[in-house]
Structures are given as C-alpha cells and as structure tokens.
C-alpha cells in the first residue's frame, strides 16, 4: 500500500517465478519471444529450455525422435529457442548469397557448404488431430542422391488409414502438414512446406487425390533458378487412406532439381534470413503462385518455339519435295 493506504497494483514481476513459469508455458512462440524482450526479469523464464522444447514437441511430435533434438534434452541450453526461430517462420525468398566470384579475387565469398546428411521431420494433421509423425533421415552425401532428382519419402506405397471416427472420411482439404529439414551437423532447420495445401488435385483414372504443400527457394546464387519444396500427399478419400507422402524440388523450368542443386538452396535457405509475422503464410503461398504462373508462362514460350521450328522444318521439307517433283517433271 502507498502513504494515502491505497492498494498498490502489481507488476507483473512481482509474482512468483513458478506461477510466471506456468503462465509462459501457455503462450505460442512468438508471444513467448516478445514477452522475452519485455524486461530483464522476464529474459530468463522466457528462455526456459522446458518452456520451449513443449513448444518444439506441441507443434511437431515427430521431433521426440530425431537424434540430435534427444540429445540436447541433456545439454539445455538455447537450442529449442534455435530450432523454433529457424524452424517456424518461412524462408525469405530474397536471394542473400551472391553467385561465386573468381577465387582470390576481390568479394569472393564461398557458397554456404552441402548437409552430408538431412533429417526429415514430418508430421501430418488432419482436423487439428496428427495423424502421422515420421523420422526420415537421408545421405545427402552419397553421388546417388547428389546426381538423381531430388526426393525425399516419408511413406511409399504402403499407406495407413487415419485415426478418425468411422463417421468422418479423410479430405485433402482439412490436411496440414509440418516438413522440417535439419541439418544434424550444424543443427540449422528449414520449413520445408506450406502449412495448408496450395492446391488439391484429383486423379481420375486411379481415384487418389493430391494435396500439394509448398514453399519457393530461391536459388544458391543471387539471379539464379528459384526452387519450389512441393511435398505430395496421396490419399484415397474414398477409403479414408493415406498412401505416399513425399517431398521433390523443381526448377522455374518444370523440370526437376538434381539433388546437389536443391540441396544447395536448401543450403543457402538454412543461413539466410527468415519472414514470420502475420501474412507470412499467405506472402508464401503468393510466392508460389507467382513461380507456378512464370513456369507455365515459360512451358508456352517454349511449346511456340518448338511449334515454330516444326513449321519451319515442315516447310523446309515441302519446298524440297516441291523442288524435287519439279526436277522430275522438267526431266
């Protein structure tokens, strides 16, 4: 109370440290970050390791299983906090690395080096119930995977059945999905997917449907080829049925990224900066769209030069046989 005997308000601070602990512990990640930055008082319970790895596990279960997310369980520390900075917000799709100068010469500056090896986290919802939750880890080193399109499967072929009410039928829809890359060595994450579906496609002649979930990379060096992360995700409706998941990459061409390429923009995606906040998801999916309409536009720019030089070639060819039958006839 102050000297008039009035009740004095209490800060904040003042309460007890358990029951701010328990108070934090309800917050999401960005509030948690903004409560750290409130007040020196506020800094350390806001970097409770505890505090944030419920936050890692709440928002992607599969990580109990990655090795190098166990191990910091002994160590503490700041690498929860890390792994959610890196791991929630999208990549920015501005290019932060410059293309390689010429060794020794002024402003060179080397790529950000290849993973050796890559740690799929992948955890699929469906209705706000997690329905899956893999581990998949890849030798990102090998010349096999280095030379062949970049793929990575969480589930081929054999597929599951949700865990849903028998009155409820899986759609594509309602799915989201969680696809982190991690780099073990270094321990720098990646979101690898859009969290809602950019788009639902239906297969007439087999009867699955596939929900598309990506996000666009640029490329390794700045004015390079963007990279889109498309992860797939098969499912039969009718049976409620769940049957690939995977994750490739393709170039702004069409084609696809060869596994030493996207891994390179992956590289490149895990040291540069990220773009959260509200919009962030949308700016993603836009981005997306944006990359999907110029590679179409670069399929019809092509499909009418191709068309051109088959009339060319076309013509060339009458006018000879033209030639030829007059030859013939003059004879």
């Known amino acids: 109370m102050d000297a008039a005997g009035a009740a004095t308000p209490a800060a904040v601070e003042d309460l007890p440290a358990d029951v701010l602990a328990l108070v934090l512990r309800r917050l ?8 750290g930055c409130a007040c020196s008082a506020l800094r350390d319970l806001a970097a409770d390791p505890g505090t944030w790895r419920g936050l890692c596990l709440a928002m992607w279960p599969s990580l109990r299983d990655v090795p190098c997310f166990s191990r910091a369980s002994a160590g503490g520390g700041h690498y929860y ?5 890196d791991a929630f917000p999208f990549p920015d799709t501005t290019p932060s690395i410059p293309p390689p100068a010429v060794p020794g010469s002024a402003g060179s500056r080397p790529r950000s080096p290849l993973p050796a090896r890559l740690v799929s986290a992948v955890d699929l919802h469906h209705g706000g119930a997690c329905i899956m939750s893999r581990v998949v880890e890849t030798d990102a080193a090998s ?3 280095l030379g062949a399109p970049f793929r990575v499967d969480a589930l081929v072929q054999e597929g599951f059945t949700a865990p849903l009410s028998p009155a409820t039928t899986i759609a ?3 799915l989201a999905l969680s696809w982190i890359l991690i780099d073990p060595a270094t321990g720098r994450a990646l979101n690898a997917s859009s969290r809602r579906p950019v788009s639902v496609d239906r297969k007439w002649l087999t009867g699955d449907t596939v929900a598309r979930f990506a996000i666009v990379l640029p490329g390794a060096d700045a004015g390079g080829s963007d990279v889109a992360l498309e992860a797939a995700v ?13 994750l ?3 170039g702004g061409d069409g084609g696809g990224v060869s596994g030493r390429d996207a891994l390179a923009a992956v590289a490149a995606a895990m040291a540069g900066a990220r773009r959260g906040g509200r919009g962030a998801e949308g700016a993603a999916r836009q981005r997306y769209e944006e990359f999907v309409r110029g590679e179409r536009a670069r399929k019809e720019r092509k499909a009418r030069r191709e068309g051109i030089v088959d009339l060319c070639c076309s013509g060339v060819g009458a006018a000879a046989f033209l030639g030829f039958l007059v030859m013939l006839t003059l004879r």
Do not use: Q
């Not at 906090?81 to 900075?85: G, H, K, S, Y």
């Not at 098969?234 to 995977?246: A, I, K, L, M, P």
């Open 28 to 35: 999401d990640g960005a509030s948690l970050a903004a409560v």
């Open 248 to 250: 490739c990459a393709e």
């Open 81 to 85: 906090r890390a792994l959610f900075a």
């Open 172 to 174: 594509p829809g309602d």
């Open 234 to 246: 098969t499912c039969d409706e009718r049976r409620g049925h769940v049957r690939e998941v995977s």
């Open 143 to 145: 010349g096999w995977f």
